[in-house]
């Protein structure tokens, strides 16, 4: 299969995001939507993220296939996706980008997307800084 087919169509699903210590801090639903624009295109992914705060987090990426490894840009935020297809499974790396005024860019969030079944995955997110754990989040979702 090739990797970015992975995203095709709609995926949703619900989660909890967790501090360094563990705790649940919010929760999340989210929605992927996947698309191609023409036969040769990237695929463009739209994310939205829904949190319990009232917060609501969108990308907008195009992911280009290189057979079990895919690269993406989202050019809103100049952020990068990388990842790689691991048998039926995706690992990837989301690289976020200075924020205004920072001096310190975010640091990166490591995910995994694990299926457990028929059109169900395990969202599995974290992002270190020096080694530390900053912030996890964990969701189930599922083929719409």
Same mark, same amino acid.
């Given at each position: 299969?090739?990797? !970015?087919?992975?995203?095709?169509?709609?995926?949703? =699903? +619900?989660? !909890?995001?967790?501090?360094?210590?563990?705790? *649940?801090?919010?929760?999340?639903? !989210?929605?992927?939507?996947?698309?191609?624009? $023409?036969? #040769?295109?990237?695929? #463009?992914?739209?994310?939205?993220?829904?949190?319990?705060? =009232? $917060?609501?987090?969108?990308? @907008?990426?195009?992911?280009? @296939? #290189?057979?079990? %490894?895919?690269?993406?840009?989202?050019?809103? $935020?100049?952020?990068? *996706?990388?990842? $790689?297809? !691991? =048998?039926?499974?995706? #690992?990837?790396?989301?690289?976020?980008?200075?924020?205004?005024? @920072?001096?310190? &860019?975010?640091?990166?969030?490591?995910?995994?997307?694990?299926? *457990?079944?028929?059109? %169900?995955?395990?969202?599995? &997110?974290? +992002?270190?800084?020096? =080694?530390?754990?900053? &912030?996890?989040?964990? +969701?189930?979702?599922?083929? &719409?």
């Amino acid at each position: 299969m090739d990797s !970015v087919r992975f995203f095709e169509g709609r995926i949703t =699903g +619900a989660g !909890v995001i967790r501090d360094l210590f563990g705790r *649940i801090v919010r929760r999340v639903r !989210v929605e992927f939507v996947g698309r191609w624009a $023409e036969e #040769h295109d990237p695929l #463009h992914l739209d994310e939205t993220y829904t949190y319990s705060t =009232g $917060e609501t987090q969108t990308r @907008s990426w195009a992911l280009e @296939s #290189h057979g079990q %490894r895919f690269i993406g840009y989202d050019a809103a $935020e100049s952020a990068r *996706i990388r990842g $790689e297809q !691991v =048998g039926q499974d995706l #690992h990837f790396v989301f690289d976020r980008p200075f924020r205004p005024g @920072s001096w310190l &860019a975010p640091p990166p969030v490591e995910a995994r997307l694990l299926h *457990i079944g028929p059109g %169900r995955l395990i969202l599995c &997110a974290e +992002a270190r800084f020096a =080694g530390i754990r900053l &912030a996890t989040t964990d +969701a189930v979702l599922r083929r &719409a």
